[in-house]
């Protein structure tokens, strides 16, 4: 039989770990959309074109240099909302605006700044790649939204399940739907960034190096487990710590069971029966 107070505890623990997860996933949300000293180390991933052109071709450090006078950048990293270019020895210089669904298209980013927003052709497999990563990008961005949003009202909610298991029935549901969204998000966003690591810096005609953002992964996986535990404590709460009756107590304050109610509404006669066969 569980303890007294195991429901209370458990109910206490969950909002616990709500609470901790939403600093974590205001730091994703947050992360890379302005210039600011800790912002900036917030991002997915990051691609450094610093030395775009390998070295093996001949002129590298001149073209480089073109590239650079023409307008592109040593680096891009990308957050949720939009993505901030800069260079090593200036750091971040530039943000793009906050933008809803955003998603990063590094064609039409580094076509802008080197053709000055000139149209090119591109192979139908290169379109579907850049269709997959926006709708990705899009779904990732979603989750995380209502990833917070949900973390925050069950928050408030789960004292509600101390006194009764159908609440434990209804934030079991908004807690699992808390945790799905949560960890689509970050598989998604683990996914895309790995996937775009591996895919530009197999570029052989090209020298392109990609970062994972270790502080984005962090705090996006720490948040997410603390919704995954959170979900399971109050699906442990539905079906075991049976709840405690409201108002009733003891002498001494303490919450009483169902079976100690039962004994002390038993009729006299019942109780010196009872008293008599034990004796």
């Given at each position: 039989?569980?303890?007294?107070?195991?429901?209370?505890?458990?109910?206490?623990?969950?909002?616990?770990?709500?609470?901790?997860?939403?600093?974590?996933?205001?730091?994703?949300?947050?992360?890379?959309?302005?210039?600011?000293?800790?912002?900036?180390?917030?991002?997915?991933?990051?691609?450094?074109?610093?030395?775009?052109?390998?070295?093996?071709?001949?002129?590298?450090?001149?073209?480089?240099?073109?590239?650079?006078?023409?307008?592109?950048?040593?680096?891009?990293?990308?957050?949720?909302?939009?993505?901030?270019?800069?260079?090593?020895?200036?750091?971040?210089?530039?943000?793009?605006?906050?933008?809803?669904?955003?998603?990063?298209?590094?064609?039409?980013?580094?076509?802008?700044?080197?053709?000055?927003?000139?149209?090119?052709?591109?192979?139908?497999?290169?379109?579907?790649?850049?269709?997959?990563?926006?709708?990705?990008?899009?779904?990732?961005?979603?989750?995380?939204?209502?990833?917070?949003?949900?973390?925050?009202?069950?928050l408030f909610l789960s004292p509600l399940v101390i006194r009764t298991r159908w609440w434990?029935?209804?934030?079991?549901?908004?807690?699992?739907?808390?945790?799905?969204?949560?960890?689509?998000?970050?598989?998604?966003?683990?996914?895309?960034?790995?996937?775009?690591?591996?895919?530009?810096?197999?570029?052989?005609?090209?020298?392109?190096?990609?970062?994972?953002?270790?502080?984005?992964?962090?705090?996006?996986?720490?948040?997410?487990?603390c919704t995954d535990v959170a979900f399971l404590l109050h699906a442990a709460m539905g079906?075991?710590?049976?709840?405690?009756?409201?108002?009733?107590?003891?002498?001494?304050?303490?919450?009483?069971?169902?079976?100690?109610?039962?004994?002390?509404?038993?009729?006299?006669?019942?109780?010196?029966?009872?008293?008599?066969?034990?004796?």
């Amino acid at each position: 039989m569980a303890p007294k107070n195991a429901r209370r505890n458990t109910a206490i623990a969950a909002s616990i770990f709500y609470f901790l997860s939403i600093p974590f996933l205001i730091l994703v949300i947050i992360g890379n959309t302005y210039k600011n000293n800790i912002l900036d180390d917030i991002y997915f991933f990051r691609l450094d074109v610093s030395q775009v052109i390998p070295i093996s071709v001949e002129n590298s450090n001149l073209l480089n240099s073109v590239a650079r006078s023409l307008g592109l950048h040593d680096f891009y990293q990308i957050g949720i909302w939009n993505f901030c270019e800069g260079y090593d020895d200036e750091g971040v210089t530039f943000c793009s605006h906050p933008k809803q669904w955003f998603w990063f298209n590094p064609v039409e980013v580094l076509v802008s700044e080197l053709l000055a927003g000139a149209q090119i052709a591109l192979p139908s497999e290169a379109i579907t790649v850049l269709t997959i990563l926006r709708i990705g990008s899009q779904v990732m961005y979603g989750c995380f939204m209502a990833g917070i949003c949900l973390n925050t009202v069950l928050l408030f909610l789960s004292p509600l399940v101390i006194r009764t298991r159908w609440w434990s029935l209804a934030l079991s549901f908004l807690g699992g739907l808390a945790a799905i969204v949560v960890s689509l998000a970050s598989i998604i966003a683990t996914v895309i960034s790995f996937a775009a690591k591996i895919a530009l810096t197999a570029q052989d005609q090209l020298n392109i190096k990609a970062y994972i953002g270790i502080k984005m992964f962090a705090f996006m996986w720490i948040a997410t487990i603390c919704t995954d535990v959170a979900f399971l404590l109050h699906a442990a709460m539905g079906c075991c710590c049976r709840p405690v009756p409201r108002g009733v107590v003891d002498s001494s304050g303490t919450p009483v069971y169902e079976e100690k109610r039962h004994t002390m509404g038993l009729p006299p006669f019942v109780r010196r029966r009872r008293t008599g066969q034990i004796s």
